[in-house]
């Protein structure tokens, strides 16, 4: 994979989260207008509120997905083929920043997104501490320390 | 974090010192390719890091025979390094990383390999060709 590929898959993210708002807002609407319409599917419209408020949450620990398995590719080639530990995410991010001369700054910034994914997935927050925008751009700005091949 | 291990005095830098040292940096290069009859243009850019704020710095963009390059400064707090510049081919998309270690500017690829040659202007010339090469 290289590095516009990662790029390409960490943007899809961001688009699909883009569709998914449109659609489940959509989908809100008609139940304003029409109650009963999931009724065979076994769900209310506060199954609906719920999807709607978590989404961004969700896309965020989706799009960091992408992130991590196209560095852990990434790490992988550069260390070769019989490189198989499964390093922590936080120390993968560390090496390829110390590899590559990463601004401090940069790595901060996917610091900080690692940080928000933890929290969706182990803390039950209220809300993201980012924005999916700023977790995209972040998490590119990082990527782009990568070469291009 | 990368900004933890840093010391108060770092802490509290400014940008001043940076951006003299990128333009004396940058004045030098240009020489060069004036010796090499190449044209040069020095636009600006803003760059924001952590601990400096947003400052602006100049950067160079250079006509080379093979294609035109940019000599552009990254940050001055960077992992590894007191400085970081890249020097990169808009046609080909290769670039190589010009790090400061112990107050000296060396080359690395892009890839984080050490270049085995000093950083002088014979070795920029012969960068200028490598990274506007197509293979």
Known sequence: MNRQAVFNRVRGA????????????????????????????????ASVADCLGNLEATYIVRLFAEFEAGLRTYWSQVRGRSYRPRIHVRDLIDKVAGRHNAPSTWLDYAHQV??????????????????????????????SLLPPT | MASKGLTAKQTHAKPDEWISDVTKL????????EREDWEVTQPEKQVTEELLGTYTVPLLRIRAPGGFLYVEPVARYVIGAEGRIDITSSLTMNRMLLVRQDGRWTLKTDSGVNWPEQWNRNAFVKLAGLLTQTT
């Open chain 1, 14 to 45: 961001e688009d699909e989260f883009r569709v998914a708002r449109i659609a489940v807002a959509a989908l809100k609407d008609q139940l304003s207008r029409n109650p009963s319409a999931l009724r065979q599917e076994g769900l209310s419209p």
């Open chain 1, 114 to 143: 690692r940080e928000c994914r933890n929290k969706i997935v182990h803390e039950q927050p209220v809300g993201p501490t980012l924005t999916l925008t700023a977790c995209r751009s972040y998490l590119c700005t990082f990527l």
């Open chain 2, 26 to 33: 940058l004045s030098q290069i240009r020489k060069w390719c």
